[in-house]
C-alpha cells in the first residue's frame, strides 16, 4: 500500500491502468452516484477502509445497516470470497486481504450506537427552522427567542427549554414586541405545534446534554488506523428532513471547530453525506448557497466531503463543481428526465477518446463504475471504466451480538449514555414565575382588605361623619408585568456568557 494514494480499482484486459486517489487531494470533495443495486454502498465502504489504513478519521451513516461490516474481518467462509478473490486478481490487488476496521457506532435514538445529542442553542435557529419548515415570520419569531436568551443569560439545551421560552413570550409579546418587532401569538402557537411534531419523530432525545465532543470522532485508533464513525440511519431515515438537518449540523460544527490547516499531505476528517438528494430537496436559496459557502471553506479545514446519491442531477450545480473526485456506478434511462440526467452526467467527465462516456455509464455493470480522479496539480484525471477493488470487510451486516461486543469495547463506552439535565432555561423561567407570584401574594392580601375603605365615600356610623374618600395609587403587578419588569431590569446587561452557536447560527444570521 503506497503511502500517497488509496487504491479504488482498475486492471485488467479491457481496463485502463490501476485508479487511485491522492490523499493530498482527498479534501477536494467527491460524489459517488449511481442507481439502487449498482454497488454505490460497497464503493462507500472500500473507501471508509482505505482512508482509516492512511490514519485519516471517516464519518458515514450507515442507511441500510449494510456498513456496520466495517468492525467485523472478512472471512473466506463467506459465499461471494470466490468472487472477491477473483476481482483482486483481475484488478492486481495483490495485497488484498480480511481485515477488521475500528469502528464506533453512533445512534441518535441510543438503539443500535452509542448516544449522540448536541443542544438547542448549538443547532442554532436557522437550522431549527428548517427542520420544523417555518414560515418567514415564524423563523423572526424564534430568532428573537435565541437572542433574548443570550441576552439573559438563559441557556437553551433541549426542547423543553425552547418551549418554556416561546411560552414567555408569548405571555409578554405585547411589551417585547416594542423592541424586537411583532410577535403574533399565532405564529407561536404555530411553532409550538412544530415542536411537538419534532418531539414525535424522536427529536427529543437528539436535543440535551452530554453534547457530542467532536475530538471523540476525529480520533485515531492505537495502531494508527482512523477511527471509522458509523451513524445508523435506519430508523433516522423515516425521518428524514431530521437526518438531512442533523448531517449538515455535524458538517457546520466540523467547519467551526477544526482550525485552518490549508492543503495537508492527507484529510483531517473524511465526512461522507449518504443519501445526498435530502439535504437539497425543498431547500431555500440561501439554504443553498450557505451549503455551497461550507463546502467550499471546509476544504481549508482539511475535510473531505463526499455526497452519496442515486443521480448527480440531486445535486446542485454550483456545488457540483466543487466535487473533484468522482465515481460514477451505472444509471438507467427509463424516461426523458433520466436521459437528460445521464447526458448531464456524461458532460462532466473529461473526455476519453477509447469509449463513449455517455454508453458506458449505461452500460457498466455492478461493482464496476466510469472513474475521474484529481491528478498532480490537482487535475482532473480522463475518464476510465474500472473495476472497484474488494472491500477487506464484511460484505453485509453483522448481528446484535457483535454490535454489542463492539460497543461494550468502545473508547468512548459510557460517556454518552447517561443524560444531563442541568440548569437551563426552563428552570430559570420557572423560578422567576415563582417568584413574581410570591411577591404578589401579599399586595392581593392588603388590596382586599383596603378595598372597601379605598373605593369611595362611605358611611360610619360609630363615628357619625363620613370618612374622607381616600384614593389607592398603588396597584399590584400581575405575573407577567412583574416577569417584564424583571426583564427590563437586566436587558442590556448579561447575566452569563453569550451562548455560541454553531457556524450555521453565524453565517446565516440575516
Not at 445535486?315 to 447526458?343: C, E, M
Amino acid at each position: 500500500m503506497e503511502s500517497d494514494r488509496i487504491f479504488v480499482g482498475g486492471g485488467g484486459a479491457d481496463y485502463a491502468e490501476p485508479q487511485s486517489l491522492l490523499l493530498q487531494y482527498g479534501n477536494r470533495h467527491g460524489l459517488i452516484a449511481g442507481a439502487t443495486g449498482t454497488g454505490k454502498t460497497v464503493t462507500l465502504q472500500i473507501l471508509a477502509e482505505s482512508f482509516s489504513a492512511q490514519g485519516v478519521p471517516v464519518f458515514l451513516s450507515d442507511v441500510k445497516g449494510d456498513l456496520s461490516g466495517l468492525g467485523v474481518a472478512g472471512s473466506p467462509a463467506a459465499p461471494l470470497h470466490p468472487k472477491l478473490v477473483e476481482r483482486a486478481a483481475t484488478i492486481k490487488f495483490d495485497d488484498y486481504g480480511y481485515e477488521a476496521f475500528p469502528v464506533v457506532f453512533w445512534d441518535m435514538f441510543a438503539k443500535s450506537g452509542h448516544p449522540i445529542r448536541t443542544t438547542i442553542s448549538e443547532m442554532g435557529p436557522l437550522l431549527l427552522s428548517r427542520l420544523m419548515e417555518l414560515t418567514e415570520a415564524q423563523e423572526g419569531i424564534l430568532n428573537i427567542a435565541f437572542r433574548i436568551a443570550d441576552e439573559q443569560g438563559m441557556l437553551l439545551l433541549d426542547l423543553k427549554d425552547l418551549r418554556a421560552m416561546l411560552v414567555w413570550l408569548g405571555e409578554n409579546s405585547a411589551d417585547i414586541s416594542l423592541r424586537y418587532g411583532n410577535i403574533a401569538t399565532a405564529s407561536v402557537g404555530a411553532i409550538q405545534r412544530r415542536l411537538v411534531v419534532l418531539e414525535n419523530q424522536g427529536a427529543a432525545q437528539f436535543f440535551g446534554e452530554p453534547a457530542l465532543n467532536l475530538l471523540d470522532m476525529i480520533a485515531i485508533a492505537p495502531d494508527g488506523r482512523g477511527r471509522i464513525n458509523v451513524l445508523a440511519a435506519d430508523q433516522l431515515m423515516a425521518s428524514p428532513r431530521l437526518y438531512a438537518t442533523f448531517l449538515l449540523w455535524l458538517l457546520s460544527e466540523l467547519f467551526e471547530q477544526l482550525p485552518e490547516v490549508g492543503d495537508p499531505d492527507k484529510p483531517k476528517f473524511v465526512f461522507f453525506f449518504d443519501e445526498a438528494h435530502l439535504l437539497f430537496d425543498d431547500a431555500s436559496k440561501a439554504l443553498l448557497d450557505k451549503v455551497e459557502q461550507v463546502a467550499r471553506l471546509i476544504r481549508s479545514k482539511g475535510v473531505g466531503v463526499f455526497f452519496v446519491t442515486q443521480n448527480p442531477d440531486d445535486v446542485p450545480s454550483d456545488i457540483l463543481g466543487q466535487l473533484g473526485n468522482r465515481i460514477q456506478h451505472a444509471l438507467r434511462a427509463y424516461t426523458p428526465r433520466d436521459q437528460k440526467a445521464l447526458r448531464a452526467a456524461a458532460e462532466t467527465f473529461r473526455p476519453n477518446p477509447n469509449f463513449d462516456t455517455e454508453t458506458a455509464i449505461r452500460e457498466v455493470g455492478t461493482g464496476e463504475a466510469v472513474v475521474s480522479l484529481l491528478e498532480r496539480k490537482g487535475v482532473p484525471s480522463v475518464v476510465q471504466r474500472t473495476l472497484i477493488r474488494p472491500p477487506s470487510s464484511r460484505l453485509g451486516p453483522i448481528s446484535d451480538a457483535e454490535r454489542a461486543s463492539l460497543m461494550a469495547a468502545s473508547p468512548i463506552a459510557g460517556l454518552y449514555e447517561s443524560a444531563i439535565d442541568r440548569d437551563s432555561a426552563f428552570e430559570e423561567l420557572s423560578r422567576r414565575a415563582a417568584k413574581a407570584q410570591a411577591e404578589q401574594a401579599p399586595e392581593d392580601t392588603a388590596v382586599e382588605a383596603d378595598r372597601e375603605f379605598s373605593t369611595g365615600r362611605r358611611y360610619n356610623p360609630d363615628a357619625g361623619t363620613q370618612p374622607k374618600t381616600t384614593t389607592r395609587t398603588r396597584r399590584s403587578d400581575t405575573p407577567t408585568e412583574a416577569f417584564t419588569k424583571s426583564l427590563s431590569r437586566s436587558v442590556g446587561t448579561k447575566l452569563g456568557t453569550a451562548i455560541v452557536r454553531g457556524v450555521l447560527g453565524s453565517l446565516f444570521r440575516r
